[in-house]
Each structure stands twice: as C-alpha cells, then as structure tokens.
C-alpha cells in the first residue's frame, strides 16, 4: 500500500466515507495532516555524520554526491566503505535501514 493509500484509508477510518461536503473537507485535511505527518517523520529520521555516526560497519544508506548509496563507517579505519564502484564518498546524511516486517505467509527456517 502507497502512502498515498495509506493516508485515504486514515482519513476514510477517522471520517468515514464523505458523502457530505464537511465529510470531504473533514477527510481531505485528515488525508494532508497524515501526509505531513509521514514526511516529517521520515525527513526526522535522516542523521548529520558531522553530529553522529552508526554503529561500526553497519550497513545504511547515506546521500553524497553519488546520490542514495549503501555504505557503512569503519571506526578502526575512520572512513566509510560503499558498496559498488563508488570510491571515496563523504555522506551529508545516513539513514538506518529498518527491519523488514515479518510476513506470516513466509516460512520460516526457525518453525521446523
């Protein structure tokens, strides 16, 4: 589901089906602060390699001048190692990659 879906179905389930002209108002600003609202938790969700680094050798995506790139920081080494044919990058910004969800549809090799 996109974010887009997502946040018709909040405003959907806050207002219910707008029929009326206040439900499509009611919906269309619950629908734009959802938005808002997922923007900024992910635009909050970028870190400054300046102010804080990741765990040592954890892989994460970083925005340099090559754009979005795999990388992690060598503390030993002090510098960051990419993925790819990058070379030498130096990261404005890094993000932890979040844990995928787990599907229950999924086998699982731990359930044998």
């Not at 969800?101 to 999924?106: H, M």
């Amino acid at each position: 589901m996109t974010t887009e879906e997502k946040a018709r179905a909040y405003a959907e389930n806050i207002f219910g089906n707008p029929i009326t002209p206040r439900g499509i108002e009611e919906t269309r600003v619950a629908r734009k602060a959802y938005l808002a609202g997922a923007a900024d938790a992910l635009a909050s969700q970028w870190k400054d390699p300046k102010v804080e680094l990741p765990e040592d050798e954890e892989t994460v995506l970083t925005l340099s001048s090559y754009g979005p790139v795999l990388a992690y920081y060598s503390k030993q080494d002090e510098m960051w190692f990419t993925y790819g044919n990058y070379g030498d990058i130096t990261p404005t910004h890094w993000l932890s990659i979040p844990p995928l969800k787990e599907d229950p549809d999924t086998f699982n090799e731990t359930d044998k």
